[in-house]
């Protein structure tokens, strides 16, 4: 998907543009820690060890500091901070927002991988080797040949080294090469910093590299060229270096942990060109490794990063509904579905009740710390939680959406229709009303439970499972004798409104079931799309009020078709889904009046979808 209407943006007003102090800022920061690292770096450990216990720290110091501190001024204070690890850094909330982290992790990634591992474990073996004549002994020769480059290997140098011979000394990343990578990060930071200074009211853009110039894309080229050449020496090695370069450079410039689909395809595309092309002219003699480099990889890699400066919110969404497939599906669940040929209806039902556990039970984390709605990041506690929803409710645009969502649907409340809202306080009122009503108090009745189990039958989203009923109501606390009085606290009625809006949100949580059938039936040759009627026998949001908790279940039904889609297209399967969330409730004895309000747990605002494909019933054969 191209966004065409969003190009690099080269205003100035809104902090996008990289002023000479704020490129000069960078530069300091990157030269701080380069100079620290490069004197309190171990010559005796390898290059990657080095850059995971000594480069980790400084970086995420120059993190806070450029994203949360005073960049102004002097930084005479980095160093002490460096030298401490376990100093508390004040700068900033607690914790890295998930995607800044992401960023940060991608860059120390990159420096990792800047030498290739073999070179730097093959350095000054020799020399050490060697006896004092310059000869290898014959005890050396045998020692030397079972070194292998795994820990076993260096544990056995390292016991080789502990009888006074001199301790072997590893290649190191070099002062330009380092100074560049981290200059390049921290513009990057300072380009993020500057456009929260100038939008206070906005959160955090992550990914910036939109704005960024010619002058910066090439330098990015150029480190992945250098880095390739660094790491490549033979054919079978281009392929798995180059496409590992790329996604780990990607991942940075995006701010996301895991590649969507589309960007692992544009990066193979790349690789698979630019082999066809080396391996073309290496055989005709034209070009040697470096030229080649120069010559195809540069413009190939050039072009990628346009790619994604005209397209990176559509591909950092995708990237994160990745990360939310890839952390509420199996992985095996997953693989099996995406590989799987269905031969016929009756295939696929045989396949989803052998996978029956797993399909019923797919648990969804709660929407604010997936940063649903556009969190910098999710916490933990139940002021995290309160905040995030507090912040996605007072946003205009989403409540106003959610509640056009609101209104396609029907909406009871165990069993009583709710009417429909154009506003957030309207909701409250008519949900208010709903839940202190005659009829709702008497369903929590003994007796009124009793008549809604007599009168249980079959919903319109009955399944192959068998399982979907219509819901149970009441719940236990009731006094035996039928004597019963309540009272929905007003802020549990408040606690209610903002589930439903979120629930309903086709653009946040509630289109996680979507994303998900699509991921398991979808494939090339159908298409996954929510299913359309006018007819609807059942709400389609169910809130069940009990004595102990309030249950919301959200239903929907996908079509799966085959494509191309035309008017005419018949329907291969259906596909019910139901996405439950449990709100636990405490009872509190007030002058004889039971309340009813919010307890909050550890499983607060987890939700459970289950996927069941539709009820089919045989028909005999007239033969």
């Known amino acids: 998907m191209s966004l065409m209407s969003s190009p690099p943006r080269s205003s100035t007003n809104d902090g996008s543009a990289i002023t000479p102090a704020a490129s000069s800022q960078a530069r300091l920061f990157a030269s701080s820690i380069t100079s620290w690292y490069l004197a309190t770096l171990d010559p005796h450990a390898p290059h990657t060890a080095n850059v995971e216990s000594r480069l980790r720290h400084p970086v995420h110091v120059v993190t806070r500091r450029i994203l949360y501190g005073a960049v102004e001024g002097a930084q005479e204070d980095l160093e002490v901070a460096f030298n401490d690890d376990e100093a508390e850094i004040k700068d900033g909330p607690e914790v890295l927002s998930r995607r800044s982290a992401a960023r940060m992790e991608a860059f120390l990634a990159s420096c990792s991988v800047a030498l290739r591992e073999e070179d730097a474990d093959i350095e000054n073996i020799e020399p050490k080797a060697r006896n004092e004549g310059g000869e290898v002994s014959n005890g050396q020769k045998k020692t030397q040949g079972k070194v292998t480059n795994s820990e076993t290997g260096t ?76 790491n490549v020496d033979c054919v079978r090695d281009v392929h798995k270096t180059l496409m590992g370069l790329i996604s780990r450079d990607t991942l940075g ?43 195809h990889l540069a413009p190939l890699l050039t072009k990628y990063f346009e790619y994604l400066q005209m397209n990176w919110h559509s591909l950092v969404s995708k990237c994160e509904l990745e990360r939310m497939l890839r952390a509420v599906l199996d992985k095996d669940l997953r693989h099996f579905f995406k590989d799987a040929v269905f031969h016929s209806v009756g295939h696929i039902l045989d ?87 005659h009829q709702l108090i008497f369903s929590l009745s003994p007796k009124g439970r009793a008549m809604a189990k007599k009168s249980k039958k079959k919903t319109a989203f009955t399944s192959d499972f068998g399982l979907e009923i219509e819901s149970d109501f009441g719940g236990s606390g009731i006094d035996s004798d039928g004597s019963f009085r309540s009272k929905i606290e007003p802020g549990l009625v408040d606690v209610l409104t903002r589930r439903l809006l979120i629930a309903a949100s086709r653009t946040g949580a509630g289109g996680d079931a979507y994303f998900i059938v699509r991921d398991l039936f979808g494939g090339d040759e159908v298409e996954v799309v929510p299913h359309h009627s006018q007819r609807i026998d059942q709400g389609t949001i169910e809130i069940i009020v009990k004595m102990n908790a309030v249950i919301i279940k959200s239903h929907a039904k996908f079509d799966i078709i085959p494509k191309p889609i035309e008017s005419d297209t018949a329907v291969l399967i259906q596909f019910h889904t139901t996405t439950t969330e449990t709100i636990a409730l405490q009872q509190k004895l007030d002058s004889s009046v039971t309340l009813l309000k919010e307890k909050k747990t550890n499983m607060t605002g987890w939700r459970t979808l289950a996927i069941r494909p539709a009820y089919y019933e045989k028909i005999p054969s007239s033969h």
């Open 155 to 230: 544990l056995i140098r390292a016991r080789s080294n502990s009888s006074g011979k001199i301790p072997k000394t590893y290649r190191q990343i070099d002062h330009g090469d380092l100074m560049h990578r981290l200059e390049l990060y921290c513009r990057t930071l300072r380009r993020i910093r500057s456009i929260m200074d100038a939008n206070p009211s906005k959160e955090m853009e992550e990914c910036v590299i939109q704005y960024e110039g010619k002058k910066t894309i090439r330098s990015r080229v150029f480190l992945i060229i250098q880095t390739y050449l660094r």
């Open 253 to 295: 410039v995006l701010a996301v942990e895991v590649c969507c689909d589309e960007l692992r395809s544009a990066i193979e595309r790349l690789t698979s060109e630019y082999e066809h092309k080396v391996s073309f002219a290496s055989l005709a003699f034209l070009s040697s490794p470096d030229n080649s480099a120069e010559t």
């Open 351 to 437: 396949v989803c009740r052998s996978y029956r556990e797993s399909l019923d039970n797919i648990a969804l984390p709660p929407p604010w710390k997936e940063g649903v709605f556009g969190m910098a990041g999710g916490g933990n506690g139940s002021t995290d939680m309160d905040a995030a929803i507090e912040k996605y409710c007072s946003d205009a645009n989403l409540v106003k959406q959610a509640l056009r969502d609101l209104r396609r649907e029907v909406i009871t409340v165990n069993g009583q229709v709710l009417s429909p809202a154009h506003s957030a306080m309207e909701l409250a009122e008519n949900l208010g009303r709903v839940l202190n009503s």
